[in-house]
């Protein structure tokens, strides 16, 4: 039995009964022909599959027919009815049981199995990116593969990384990983910043050095650059910090 490969999407529908196990269920729509052969019928229950199943983001789709009568006779009119069955869903595979009313009230099935993969993008440095640079879009190379060929900790989303640093240089061509990029510092070691002290009830603004790097939200020191004293502040953005406490107010 030949593997026939096609790309579709999923559409969840209402259950229609009779051992639907809680997954897909459609119908094919009106046939012209009153019976079809085994081809005619790949045919159209690929087509079928291929027009009904949408945006759970699966492609990939490999269909194999498990069991199928020579032929397949319904009255003219009347619809396939598609419903999928127990599988293994954790494996990636789904299994369809095909059902039509034959001529003589004889109903006639069919069954198939489709191993379907969620598919993402496969993530890479177009260009050497060193250390500490801000990744841009004209950084990366996008690529859609299967999921299961991408590895756990592979970045799958752009946005998961633009506009973050690079935390160690990224070679040319090599997959981005969710550990090469961090949100970028804040406010840098060295760097002189206005930092808010509210003193007396009013809002103040002085100037200091900061004595490490940080995110936003973290707490980290200052010397005033004019009384030379050290104290904390907490980073409210880029370049922005609001005076906690001084040192010799603990302790």
């Not at 729509?29 to 949408?54: C, H, P, Y």
């Not at 032929?71 to 009815?81: A, C, H, I, T």
């Not at 900790?153 to 998961?160: F, K, N």
């Not at 936003?216 to 980073?235: E, H």
Request: proline share 5%; hydrophobic share 40%; glycine share 10%.
């Amino acid at each position: 039995m030949a593997l026939i490969l096609i790309t579709v999407t999923i559409s969840l529908l209402p259950p229609c009964g009779g051992g639907w196990v809680g997954g897909l269920c459609f119908t094919a729509g009106a046939i012209e022909n009153k019976s079809l052969t085994r081809s005619d019928a790949e045919a159209k229950i690929l087509a079928v599959l291929a027009a009904e199943l949408d945006p759970l983001g699966f492609s990939d789709i490999r269909i194999r027919f498990t069991q199928f009568p020579e032929k397949f006779p319904y009255p003219e009119g009347s619809e396939l009815v598609f419903e999928e069955m127990a599988g293994h869903r954790r494996l990636g595979i789904r299994r369809y049981k095909i059902s039509a009313l034959g001529e003589r009230g004889i109903r006639k099935t069919a069954f198939c199995a489709a191993a379907v993969s969620a598919e993402g993008l496969d993530i890479r440095a177009r260009y050497h990116i060193p250390a500490g640079k801000r990744i841009a879009e004209s950084d990366l190379i996008l690529r859609r593969v299967r999921l299961d060929d991408l590895p756990t900790d592979a970045v799958t989303d752009p946005a998961q990384i633009l506009d973050q640093e690079a935390n160690r240089n990224i070679s040319q061509g090599e997959r981005i990983e969710r550990d090469f990029a961090r949100q970028p510092f804040a406010v840098l070691r060295g760097e002189i910043i206005e930092v808010e002290l509210v003193a007396g009830g009013m809002g103040v603004k002085v100037f200091a050095e900061a004595q490490s790097s940080g995110f936003v939200g973290d707490q980290i020191p200052f010397k005033n650059t004019l009384s030379l004293k050290r104290f904390y502040a907490n980073i409210t953005g880029p370049r922005q910090a609001r005076f906690v406490w001084a040192e010799g107010d603990k302790g």
